[in-house]
């Protein structure tokens, strides 16, 4: 158990709708990280936030934002939902927002699928 | 721009057999590589983290290696059992620090 949960477990939607996925951080994590991982490929990043303030992002579009709040949890949120969407999207959680010399925890993840 | 790759893609073994997984990056100046497992449909598991001063960790029957000069890392699998099936992925950060970079992973199957 990494002590980082996320909700719901598994998601259903349809093309063009938008979705909120939630995460809770260890507590005392400052930073929050998320990733996307299609079937059959590796975890992509997509952003972090560190104490509320996004602070670093991957080649994903707007449509991809996040939230972070003073309570150890997270949401992300995409709009305008595509077909290729589908997919596990994982929350991360550290003490630090530099992964040189910090250790992220992952949670169970939540099953996306757009229809 | 850190680029990770594993190799193979899939690997079918019987149990007790000892293997060997891959994977290299391209940009040496890590500080640091790491293991993880996933189950079908799963979360990841850390399975060994190895800093860039170190050139081994093991954990029960897990062994894993790195040499930063050739960008690659080894996870060696001890006597491997049909509970060993799984997705393993290795990662490293990328040079702003902000994020894992993760090859494809290899699957394992272990028959008994």
């Known amino acids: 158990e990494t002590g980082v949960t996320q909700s719901p477990t598994h998601l259903i939607k349809t093309r063009g709708q938008q979705v909120t996925l939630r995460c809770s951080s260890q507590?005392?994590?400052?930073?929050v990280s998320w990733y996307q991982q299609a079937l059959g490929q590796g975890p992509q990043f997509i952003f972090q936030y560190y104490r509320e303030e996004e602070n670093g992002r991957g080649n994903f579009p707007p449509r991809f934002s996040g939230l972070q709040f003073p309570n150890y949890s997270s949401e992300l949120n995409v709009n305008a939902l595509e077909l290729d969407d589908s997919a596990l999207y994982l929350c991360?959680?550290?003490?630090?927002?530099?992964?040189?010399?910090?250790?992220?925890?992952f949670g169970p993840g939540t099953r996306l699928t757009v229809l | 721009k850190q680029e990770v790759t594993q190799i193979p893609a899939a690997l079918s073994v019987p149990e007790g057999e000892n293997l060997v997984l891959n994977c290299s990056f391209t940009d040496s100046a890590i500080y640091n590589l790491q293991w993880f497992r996933q189950d079908p449909g799963k979360g990841l598991t850390s399975l060994l983290l190895?800093?860039?001063?170190?050139r081994e960790q093991t954990s029960g029957r897990l062994n894993a290696s790195l040499d930063k000069s050739s960008g690659r890392s080894t996870l060696y699998i001890a006597a491997s059992q049909p509970g060993d099936s799984a997705t393993y992925l290795c990662?490293?950060?990328?040079?702003?620090?902000?994020?894992?970079?993760f090859g494809k992973g290899t699957t394992l199957s272990v028959s008994s």
């Open positions: 991360a959680s550290s003490l630090d927002r530099d992964l040189n010399t910090d250790t992220q925890y």
């Open positions: 190895i800093q860039s001063s170190q």
């Open positions: 507590s005392g994590h400052n930073t």
């Open positions: 990662a490293a950060p990328n040079q702003a620090g902000t994020a894992l970079i």
